[in-house]
């Protein structure tokens, strides 16, 4: 089915550990993003990126490393975990230019818990 | 500082009545608008979006109204059904821009 795939659905990290979430799109959208949902702030954007090779902070980019290789794929990196990074996380894509209009794809999420 | 705030936290609603969600922002270079709903343990999705050019757009029950002037938008539901009881957000994007800002949330109950 067409849309945007998180891996693992859920995580349990120990304070310091690294690990990669996973995300891929199957619908050639060159706009890709992650975003953590916690209790009452919404959804804040970690990095985007416009097209393969190219990445950007977004507005709680600290811990987290990104890279895009290809247009399918946009891997979030934790270097090392921290409480503070126990989160929901959800990757979004979309064509470049219609978000506006038509809103950007979520994958299903990843459940992250830090101890 | 939160650019995009929902002030109420949760709604409670009777099937078939109007849900009316509240959302205001505080950066004026936002130019477009979106609703999104989402269920427990899924992603968001898309429900309606309107242009800072407008002050109203629809499709079906929902219904979003913008008032510029005063940084408001809100979101009707009209018939309010069980199956829209979710968490609804209110999104802003500035011009030519890719950025989401987001707000809190508000969680809309339906009572049968």
């Known amino acids: 089915n067409a849309g945007v795939t998180q891996t693992p659905k859920f995580q349990v990290l120990k304070t310091g550990q690294s690990m990669t979430l996973q995300c891929a799109q199957d619908?050639?959208?060159?706009?890709m993003s992650w975003y953590r949902q916690d209790p009452g702030m919404g959804l804040r954007l970690i990095h985007y990126?416009?097209?393969?090779?190219?990445?950007d902070q977004g507005e709680v980019p600290n811990g987290y490393n990104v890279s895009r290789s290809t247009t399918e794929d946009f891997p979030l990196r934790l270097l090392s975990a921290a409480p503070s990074q126990t989160s929901v996380y959800f990757c979004?894509?979309?064509?470049?230019?219609?978000?506006?209009?038509?809103?950007?794809?979520f994958g299903s999420g990843t459940r992250l818990t830090v101890v | 500082d939160q650019q995009v705030k929902q002030n109420s936290p949760s709604l409670s609603v009777q099937e078939g009545r109007i849900s009316i969600l509240n959302c205001d922002y505080t950066?004026?270079?936002?130019?477009?608008f979106l609703w999104y709903k989402k269920y427990p343990a899924e992603g968001p999705t898309f429900l309606i979006s309107?242009?800072?050019?407008?002050d109203k757009n629809e499709d079906g029950r929902f219904t979003v109204f913008l008032n510029k002037s005063a940084k408001h938008l809100s979101l009707h539901i009209v018939p309010s059904q069980p199956g829209d009881s979710a968490v609804y957000f209110c999104?802003?994007?500035?011009?030519?821009?890719?950025?989401?800002?987001f707000g809190g949330g508000t969680r809309v109950l339906v009572k049968p």
């Open positions: 979004a894509s979309s064509p470049p230019g219609t978000g506006r209009y038509y809103g950007y794809t």
């Open positions: 309107i242009s800072s050019i407008k």
């Open positions: 990126s416009v097209g393969a090779g190219i990445t």
């Open positions: 619908m050639n959208h060159e706009y």
């Open positions: 999104a802003a994007l500035k011009a030519a821009g890719n950025k989401l800002t």
């Open positions: 950066n004026s270079m936002f130019d477009y």
